[in-house]
């Protein structure tokens, strides 16, 4: 996701990515401006094992009193429906569900300007090396970052692609 992101449309990403994969923000600078857009990546960006995410408005269905089943049941009828017509305006979220995947932003802006809350759930990584510190610097934690169920030769392969997609950094 490049540019701007209001919050419904981040709460609504994160719904429909809610089960796997990585979500990449690229200069999406407008969320750090709005506290319920920063309050929506703290509860993706949580250290529990179980995240849950919630948002309470008009463009949400109130599915806190749902059973796990019915709350799965709804999902999948949100997930239907946004297959079926994808910009249909009448199709309203749930306002919980649990999110199981990861998130990677990409910024120009210095880490005052970040939610400290965000910060600390995140791995930073100053991007004002050059080329080869930042590889050489990513080489060296690479066993500490990311989900610690992703195997090393999966993370290696990804360090590979960034090399090979960016310049070897050497």
Request: hydrophobic residues 35%; aromatic residues 10%; without cysteine.
């Amino acid at each position: 996701i490049k540019g701007r992101i209001t919050t419904a449309a981040l709460y609504q990403t994160l719904f429909l990515h809610r089960k796997h994969g990585i979500l990449v923000f690229d200069d999406t600078d407008s969320i750090w401006k709005d506290q319920d857009a920063a309050n929506i990546l703290k509860a993706a960006l949580d250290s529990y094992d179980e995240r849950t995410i919630s948002w309470y408005s008009g463009r949400t269905v109130n599915t806190s009193k749902m059973g796990p089943m019915q709350k799965e049941e709804f999902n999948d009828e949100v997930d239907r429906m946004i297959e079926e017509d994808p910009a249909n305006p009448k199709i309203k979220f749930p306002s919980e569900f649990p999110y199981e995947g990861q998130i990677l932003f990409i910024s120009n802006l210095t880490y005052d300007k970040f939610d400290s809350a965000v910060l600390n759930r995140a791995v930073k990584i100053d991007m004002t090396l050059t080329q080869e510190q930042l590889f050489k610097r990513m080489d060296s934690i690479l066993q500490h970052m990311g989900d610690k169920s992703v195997p090393m030769s999966a993370k290696k392969d990804i360090m590979d692609f960034l090399k090979d997609s960016f310049g070897r950094g050497e």
